[in-house]
């Protein structure tokens, strides 16, 4: 993703009001995941945004390509020795 600062030396300031019971579980999170608090809070905001503008992706396709894609979602798996592999091997719940 792009940044408003293409030599990432200027970092602006977000502040946000938080309930001191969910800055300690984002503390301890972070922690866990050998974080401080503010990266831990960067790096979930910011899959969070990519996550948001990725589900509102639109593909442009032609007619036919699309009908191409369409058939292709409806066409039943053609077997293959990983499939067969999959089918016969037992969920782990199953064990």
């Known amino acids: 993703m792009a940044t ?3 030599q990432g030396t200027k ?3 977000l ?3 938080i309930k001191p ?3 300690g579980l984002i503390d301890r999170a972070a922690h866990l995941l050998g974080k ?3 990266d831990f809070v960067l790096d979930a905001a910011r899959h969070a945004a990519e996550d948001t503008l990725l589900d509102r992706t639109v593909f442009v ?3 036919t390509a699309y009908k191409e ?4 979602l409806d066409a039943p798996p053609r077997p293959n020795a990983r499939l067969r592999r999959s089918l016969r091997t ?3 719940w199953d064990k």
């Not at 894609?69 to 292709?72: K, S, V, W």
Request: no cysteine; proline share 12%.
């Open 21 to 23: 019971e969910v800055r």
């Open 36 to 38: 401080n608090r503010t």
């Open 4 to 6: 408003t600062n293409q």
């Open 69 to 72: 894609f369409l058939a292709r």
């Open 11 to 13: 970092r602006d300031t």
């Open 90 to 92: 037992p969920a782990p």
């Open 61 to 63: 396709v032609s007619p």
């Open 15 to 17: 502040n946000i009001r």
